[in-house]
């Protein structure tokens, strides 16, 4: 139930989808002389996209996600890389059988990059469909197209494609593994993502070393107008509040321990 009611919910509360239903009522309340109501839908939906596409709010709101999870020290010794599903095309994939990466991509490059350096650790790929309304391939079924091409042994990967969101990568990832004490285990996921991400293996009993890709922020952004293109903008106002959100209601529903997990929490 808490799957569909995040879902259902962020479609609607999402800035562009929000924007829009704005405009919507407003130009109903228009058509039925409400002038008023009109009015105030309209300068609502333009103040919601003026403020995700035009200004750096994306940036800001993302940065302290990044930042809260420095990348530490690799250890000498690492016995399994756990990488987090949202870095491919999944609707592409299944139409192309390809490996089309998106803006998370980073997350498997990173991790292929990591299985050289340490040659002798698995590699469990957690990520099936989390999407409610669009078909698409998983990436724990796409990852080994990706991986193999570049070089890893299929023999090395766990594949874990029934997660459809972050609590359910950690608990799958957790009864797949069964890590034993003392094994070391890296987590890759975005570094705005990893707060949460964190939080969530470590209720799950699955403990491992936070390891950040995919920033979007260089920290420097500032608040201004016009920083970025209003295209990545929009979406990173877009991710940075869908991940405040999931914070907040993970920590509400119990899900995770504090509302902004810190490392040693």
């Given at each position: 139930?808490?799957?569909?009611?995040?879902?259902?919910?962020?479609?609607?509360?999402?800035?562009?989808?929000?924007?829009?239903?704005?405009?919507?009522?407003?130009?109903?309340?228009?058509?039925?002389?409400?002038?008023?109501?009109?009015?105030?839908?309209?300068?609502?939906?333009?103040?919601?996209?003026?403020?995700?596409?035009?200004?750096?709010?994306?940036?800001?709101?993302?940065?302290?996600?990044?930042?809260?999870?420095?990348?530490?020290?690799?250890?000498?010794?690492?016995?399994?890389?756990?990488?987090?599903?949202?870095?491919?095309?999944?609707?592409?994939?299944?139409?192309?059988?390809?490996?089309?990466?998106?803006?998370?991509?980073?997350?498997?490059?990173?991790?292929?990059?990591?299985?050289?350096?340490?040659?002798?650790?698995?590699?469990?790929?957690?990520?099936?469909?989390?999407?409610?309304?669009?078909?698409?391939?998983?990436?724990?079924?796409?990852?080994?197209?990706?991986?193999?091409?570049?070089?890893?042994?299929?023999?090395?990967?766990?594949?874990?494609?029934?997660?459809?969101?972050?609590?359910?990568?950690?608990?799958?990832?957790?009864?797949?593994?069964?890590?034993?004490?003392?094994?070391?285990?890296?987590?890759?996921?975005?570094?705005?993502?990893?707060?949460?991400?964190?939080?969530?293996?470590?209720?799950?009993?699955?403990?491992?070393?936070?390891?950040?890709?995919?920033?979007?922020?260089?920290?420097?952004?500032?608040?201004?107008?016009?920083?970025?293109?209003?295209?990545?903008?929009?979406?990173?106002?877009?991710?940075?509040?869908?991940?405040?959100?999931?914070?907040?209601?993970?920590?509400?529903?119990g899900r995770i321990d504090e509302p902004f997990p810190a490392p040693g929490g």
């Amino acid at each position: 139930m808490f799957y569909y009611l995040s879902k259902i919910l962020w479609f609607f509360i999402q800035p562009l989808n929000l924007a829009i239903f704005l405009l919507l009522a407003g130009l109903v309340a228009a058509l039925f002389g409400r002038r008023r109501l009109a009015a105030t839908g309209s300068v609502l939906a333009f103040l919601i996209l003026a403020l995700s596409a035009w200004t750096s709010l994306g940036a800001m709101m993302l940065n302290p996600l990044e930042e809260r999870f420095p990348k530490p020290p690799l250890p000498e010794r690492v016995d399994g890389i756990v990488v987090l599903g949202g870095g491919f095309e999944g609707a592409i994939n299944l139409a192309r059988g390809g490996y089309e990466l998106n803006s998370g991509g980073d997350r498997m490059v990173e991790t292929a990059i990591l299985t050289r350096r340490f040659p002798q650790a698995k590699v469990v790929v957690s990520g099936g469909n989390g999407e409610l309304f669009l078909d698409g391939e998983g990436d724990a079924d796409t990852a080994p197209r990706l991986l193999g091409a570049l070089g890893v042994a299929p023999e090395r990967l766990l594949l874990e494609n029934k997660s459809r969101n972050t609590y359910e990568n950690a608990v799958f990832s957790r009864r797949l593994v069964e890590p034993k004490p003392g094994e070391i285990w890296l987590l890759v996921t975005s570094a705005f993502h990893m707060p949460r991400a964190k939080a969530l293996f470590d209720k799950a009993g699955f403990p491992t070393l936070p390891w950040p890709v995919d920033y979007r922020t260089s920290g420097k952004e500032g608040i201004g107008l016009f920083r970025d293109n209003p295209a990545d903008s929009l979406q990173a106002t877009t991710t940075a509040i869908r991940e405040w959100i999931g914070l907040f209601a993970y920590w509400l529903s119990g899900r995770i321990d504090e509302p902004f997990p810190a490392p040693g929490g």
